[in-house]
């Protein structure tokens, strides 16, 4: 049984960082490809990134390249998301996922960018 639960999310001002992290239970984590997504409000279900088992082959939404970064920590099973210079735009829920589709995922943790 697939079971993943983020933290990490919170209020911060506009150009600031966030760290989440996504903790993984009831499957062999380092066989499987993970996933962030994110739901602004009012918006769709939108895929951020993605890591591969062996953190050779990451992916970004474009919106994102260059401010966010992936990673992954197989021995702790846990999945990473350090997101830099922070924008409006960024507010969301994020999620992590463990299909390119985004069902099965955790609760989802808010993000919200605000001065």
């Not at 409000?41 to 260059?66: A, C, H, M, Q, W």
């Not at 069902?103 to 605000?114: A, C, I, L, Y």
């Amino acid at each position: 049984q697939v079971h993943l639960v983020e933290s990490g999310g919170a209020l911060v001002q506009p150009g600031g960082s966030l760290n989440l992290s996504c903790a993984a239970s009831g499957f062999t984590f380092d066989i499987y490809w993970m996933f962030w997504f994110r739901q602004a409000p009012g918006k769709g279900f939108e895929r951020v990134s993605g890591i591969n088992p062996t953190s050779d082959s990451l992916t970004y939404t474009d919106s994102v390249k260059g401010r966010f970064t992936v990673s992954r920590d197989n021995a702790k099973k846990t999945l990473y998301l350090q997101m830099n210079s922070l924008q409006s735009d960024d507010t969301a829920v994020y999620y992590c996922a463990r299909d390119t589709g985004g069902s099965m995922r955790g609760p989802g943790t808010q993000v919200t960018v605000s001065s």
